[in-house]
């Protein structure tokens, strides 16, 4: 994608089981600019019935979802709609999950403490096609 590449119209499904975080991110991304929040949805079967629906540019999914875990979440998603391009958010830092969320096709990775300075950056380095960690476990990049 071009350097002059921005975030509008990009479509974003946001994956968390508490609604006043789903609330926060939505948030988040409108003063981001034209950003949008296509959907929402609160489990794993959700989002993955809403990410085959919708075919989303990002989903945002947080790692600790009822019923179907979001690294599960991710790999039937990946699967199905390969295109859309997942970024965990998550607090959980523990270098295991953060490794096994990757693996299971997460293109990045946000520590939900972090979400205000760097999901807009987060998101703009995995539509270039890029991976993104958050600054604050950059460590793992040297384990």
């Given at each position: 994608?071009?350097?002059?590449?921005?975030?509008?119209?990009?479509?974003?499904?946001?994956?968390?089981p508490?609604?006043?975080?789903?609330?926060?991110?939505?948030?988040?991304?409108?003063?981001?600019?034209?950003?949008?929040?296509?959907?929402?949805?609160?489990?794993?079967?959700?989002?993955?019935?809403?990410?085959?629906?919708?075919?989303?540019?990002?989903?945002?999914?947080?790692?600790?979802l009822?019923?179907?875990?979001?690294?599960?979440?991710?790999?039937?998603?990946?699967?199905?709609?390969?295109?859309?391009?997942?970024?965990?958010?998550?607090?959980?830092?523990?270098?295991t999950?953060?490794?096994?969320?990757?693996?299971?096709?997460?293109?990045?990775?946000?520590?939900?403490?972090?979400?205000?300075?760097?999901?807009?950056?987060?998101?703009?380095?995995?539509?270039?096609?890029r991976?993104?960690l958050?600054?604050?476990?950059?460590?793992?990049?040297?384990?």
């Amino acid at each position: 994608m071009p350097s002059s590449y921005a975030l509008s119209g990009i479509s974003v499904l946001i994956v968390d089981p508490l609604e006043r975080w789903r609330r926060f991110v939505a948030g988040l991304l409108e003063q981001g600019g034209d950003v949008y929040a296509t959907s929402f949805a609160s489990d794993g079967p959700g989002a993955v019935r809403k990410a085959v629906e919708l075919s989303p540019n990002v989903i945002l999914m947080d790692v600790g979802l009822p019923t179907l875990s979001g690294i599960e979440a991710a790999r039937h998603t990946r699967e199905f709609v390969p295109e859309s391009k997942v970024i965990f958010l998550s607090s959980l830092s523990d270098p295991t999950i953060v490794r096994a969320a990757l693996r299971a096709g997460g293109r990045g990775y946000v520590f939900k403490a972090d979400a205000q300075a760097e999901l807009l950056g987060g998101i703009e380095a995995v539509l270039r096609d890029r991976f993104f960690l958050s600054e604050s476990l950059s460590y793992l990049n040297s384990r």
